[in-house]
């Protein structure tokens, strides 16, 4: 600290000032170090809560880069750009930039220390207030310029360095791809991290060309540059070791890359105009900025998507939402063991109901549209029930911490479905259920004997499951839950941060009167408010349970009872085959008699009795009426039903027109708008490109050509083509008038993985939809 330490050849930045001395400059410089130290060593709470204020409402972008690739002008351009935003950089302004000469004129190991150091006062600055009016902070380098800059050209660690040397003796660098990711992590007590890190990429010849520009003001310069941001200063040797050296800066750049600690990393070609340039930075900036400071306007719609993306922040879930390995992503569960699936619900309790549960579930998933957890498969019941819920996720920390509420119902995933989907459970959960399953099938007394005889019984029975080809995977079941009402609070009563605490509440759109199944598709359908923090929670008084007919619709050989079987066992639901095929008979078809009616050469119904024959067509909407209000009355929720109405009314269309009589269309309407009373539909159509597929399949399968015998098969199935698939349009003369929603997906391809793919998208498309089976009669 006495002046007498440093060379008289460096020259600090105020020397020449009046009111700054020299003593001044290092005095000051040291009290700094002071501050931050006791800063960085501080344990108390207050500290710590400081920071996490910081990391929740400021949003920081890092731009690095080579010396003459534009990161000054652009942290510029960015500030400008950007509301509520300030620019800065390591070496800061002030008090660092009076003294880095000095270091920069030392070299070697001690200019690179100061450097770091320059790293935890920018995090001392932004934490203590020094930019607390602005929300954005655009930092010229920080740590990633440290690491970079290091481990392409590391200094030579010699207690002999020549004091003021400024240069580094040469030695061999081995390839950054081959380091460990370990040299390129973050540091843990550098704690502020940046939201965004940019990396402008530049060609040597480019730079240079900026660089030598630049060089008549280098001279005079006394901020900024080498590794720091901006001009160098005129110890700084890296301009002339990068033109020296190109593959130096190629080392840097990627060690730039391999910098583990942003939650973003993004590269940018800088090589053209800055207007391009910032433009790509805007780009980039702009949807994760609004994430990180507005999530409330970024995820309106999409509610789940937030509570994904806390997941994520606090390292509990990947991208795509999957918890993380060993992560303690811990769920409350709130719902009443009454096992009931006939969809009715009401807020006042009655005598002799059963007190609810309360579980704490560890969750597997969060998606667009539902949360999923496992549990115990003998905890909840069977596929087709449902169970209204509540659920409580709590995270984060004070004073920005945050409470996920929920209301809506639980139901079970089929095993079919989570083979499809590639989901299993945790094998220590598969463990302990499988132990516990053990324990319970004994009587009280032997199980009281076993616990006192060996009290390691327990242990020895998980250890056992664990074991390969022992643990019983039936013994848990994956539930999912799909909200109706969400909340979130951010913040809590002693929480002093502008806005907070904050309350959001999401309800679905299905609820209102003109809600519209067919395009109610974004993120199922949500509507946002702000409500106040502590106020009443609003309630929903009276909850129904619409039932759910999924209508598959095709051609001849399109996989309409493959794919509508299949679909429904991953559904765990029953499956309605074809009236047409299942009501005729089959002994009596003959070729061509499709064309007529019940596959006989009339359009009668064979098996009418004498004097009382029934037309084919009228038989079948009447059967199909029927079966519509067994399911009505039945305790099923969800079906899936082959052809029904709405092939019906195609097959129904083309006999009319083989027979020249009027066709009536407007009956087969009017029976789907009866449905919906009580029922969601949606159509999935299964689609080919060309009667070739149909003749192809009828060649390799007896099957389709027993089930439906035709004279010439590629005349009539281009005819049957052009009637079932193209003539009637779906969406326009049917769906779209009733609200129904419609998917169309191509099922030319056979195979597994080709069936495996459509049954994905049909679930996806069902799945999104979910939310118009719930009807809310009132709420407050």
């Known amino acids: 600290r006495d002046r007498n330490d440093f060379p008289a050849d460096v020259v600090f930045a105020n020397k020449d000032r009046d009111d700054v001395t020299t003593d001044d400059v290092i005095s000051n410089f040291y009290d700094l170090l002071d501050k931050v130290e006791a800063y960085l060593t501080d344990p108390s709470s207050s500290q710590q809560h400081k920071l996490n204020a910081t990391q929740q409402t400021k949003f920081l972008i890092e731009v690095e880069g080579l010396d003459g690739s534009g990161k000054t002008t652009l942290v510029k351009r960015l500030q400008e750009t950007l509301p509520h935003a300030i620019a800065t950089k390591t070496p800061s302004s002030g008090l660092l930039a009076d003294i880095r000469p000095l270091w920069d004129k030392r070299g070697g190991i001690l200019a690179r220390a100061f450097y770091m150091i320059s790293n935890y006062v920018l995090e001392y600055e932004i934490v203590t207030g020094y930019y607390e009016q602005y929300d954005v902070i655009i930092i010229d380098r920080w740590y990633a310029s440290t690491c970079g800059y290091t481990v392409a050209r590391p200094p030579k660690n010699d207690s002999s360095n020549t004091l003021g040397s400024g240069e580094e003796e040469e030695q061999r660098i081995p390839n950054i791809g081959d380091m460990p990711d370990k040299m390129f992590d973050w540091p843990t007590d550098l704690r502020l991290r940046p939201n965004i890190l940019l990396v402008l990429q530049i060609d040597q010849s480019t730079r240079q060309k900026r660089v030598d520009n630049r060089a008549s003001s280098i001279a005079t310069a006394t901020t900024g540059g080498g590794e720091g941001g901006g001009a160098p200063s005129r110890f700084n040797p890296w301009d002339e070791r990068l033109a020296k050296d190109i593959a130096l800066g190629e080392r840097i750049l990627e ?11 993004y590269t940018i070609n800088a090589n053209n105009s800055i207007e391009d340039v910032a433009r790509q930075a805007l780009d980039i900036v702009k949807l994760p900025m609004e994430r990180h400071l507005n999530p409330q306007d970024h995820f309106a ?21 999957k918890r993380m390995h060993h992560a303690l992503w811990n769920l409350q569960v709130s719902y009443n063991s009454s096992k009931s699936s006939n969809g009715s619900s009401s807020s006042s309790s009655s005598s002799g109901s059963s007190i609810p549960i309360l579980k704490t579930v560890g969750l597997d998933r969060i998606d667009t549209n539902f949360v999923y957890y496992w549990t ?54 598969v463990a302990h259920v499988t132990a516990c399953t053990t324990f319970s099938s004994d009587d009280d007394g032997k199980r009281r004997r076993r616990r006192i005889s060996r009290p390691d019984a327990y242990d020895d029975a998980v250890d056992d499951a664990r074991s390969v080809g022992t643990a019983n995977s039936s013994v848990v ?45 974004d993120a199922g359908g949500w509507t946002m408010r702000s409500i106040l923090p502590f106020g009443p929670t609003p309630t929903m008084t009276t909850m129904g349970f619409r039932d759910l007919t999924i209508c598959i619709v095709g051609t001849h050989t399109s996989g309409k009872s493959t794919i509508g079987r299949k679909l429904a066992k991953l559904l765990g639901c029953q499956f309605d085959a074809e009236l047409g095929e299942t009501e005729r008979d089959s002994e009596s078809l003959v070729e061509g008699g499709h064309l007529h009616g019940d596959g006989s050469s009339t359009t009668l119904l064979s098996s009418s009795p004498p004097g009382q024959e029934e037309d084919w067509d009228d038989f079948l909407l009447k059967r199909e009426c029927e079966r519509d209000a067994l399911f009505q009355d039945s305790k099923r929720s969800i079906r899936v039903v082959e052809t029904w109405h709405v092939g019906n009314a195609a097959w129904y269309k083309l006999r009319q027109q083989k027979s020249a009589a009027n066709t009536d269309l407007e009956r087969y309407k009017i029976a789907i708008s009866k449905h919906q009373e009580s029922s969601l539909v949606v159509v999935v159509q299964l689609m080919l490109t060309s009667p070739s597929t149909m003749v192809r399949r009828r060649e390799i399968d007896t099957d389709n050509r027993k089930r439906l015998p035709m004279q010439d098969d590629e005349k009539e199935c281009h005819q049957l083509y052009i009637a079932l698939q193209d003539s009637i349009n779906l969406k326009k003369d049917m769906l779209d008038p009733l609200g129904i ?37 009132s709420s407050e």
């Open 301 to 321: 719609s999409n509610p789940l998507g937030w509570w994904k993306y806390m997941g994520q922040n606090l390292q509990l879930c990947d991208e795509s939402g």
């Open 376 to 429: 115990a498969s003998s905890a909840f019941p069977c596929n087709e029930s449902f169970i209204w819920a509540s659920i409580l996720w709590m995270g984060g920390t004070y004073p920005t911490e945050f409470q996920w509420r929920a209301e809506g119902y639980l139901k079970r995933v089929t095993e079919e479905e989570c083979l499809l989907r590639g989901y299993s459970a945790p094998q220590s959960l």
């Open 741 to 777: 929603p419609l998917l169309q997906v191509n099922n030319d391809v056979d195979g597994d993985e080709a069936m495996e793919k459509i049954l994905m998208d049909v679930l996806s498309f069902v799945q999104m939809r979910l939310h118009h089976q719930v009807l809310v009669a």
């Open 255 to 265: 060690a730039l890359h391999r910098v583990r600690g942003p939650d973003e990393t």
């Open 477 to 521: 079941c994956m539930v999912r839950f799909f909200p109706i009402r969400i909340e979130v609070l951010r913040g809590g009563p002693s929480t002093r941060l502008p806005g907070y605490p904050q309350r959001w509440e999401w309800s679905r759109r299905s609820f209102s009167s003109d809600a519209n199944a067919a395009t109610d598709t």
